[in-house]
């Protein structure tokens, strides 16, 4: 049994696949032929087990974002805002050596460690938020080196 071709139509292909689900189930109680139908019925399972999604919106596979805390993205704003009034260019950190990002990470740490409620000294902000920025800048070039 040959499968349509239903990409371009998500919910049709789950509709068929729900038909030929209950129809092979059906068919097995009265077939004498068990294996050969029990094996439709495994593939059929993995279709719909498979990459693609047959709700409206096919998003298998794709970050769920709302399971990251929110907390973290006005703290690396804050950061990013100190840090383009510093240097003018919100666009800047582009062209940093990751290696800087990774030091200036690591020295945030070390003081977070030493007080989690301390601040930078320049920026005032908490070692954390800069420890933070400096992750989703080194984040954002790995990705890019990775592409």
Known sequence: MRMPNFENDPSRRAELIEKLYKRLHYDLMLAEDRK??????????????????ASPKADAGKPQLTLVPRAILPAIARVREYGTKKYGDPDNW????????RDAMFRHLLSYLDDPT???EESGLPHLWHVACNVAFLCELEEKCHE
């Open 36 to 53: 050969a139908i029990k094996a439709e019925i495994d593939r059929l399972e993995k279709l719909t087990k498979g990459p693609c999604d």
């Open 94 to 101: 582009r062209q940093v050596d990751k290696q800087r990002y």
């Open 118 to 120: 301390g601040t930078d």
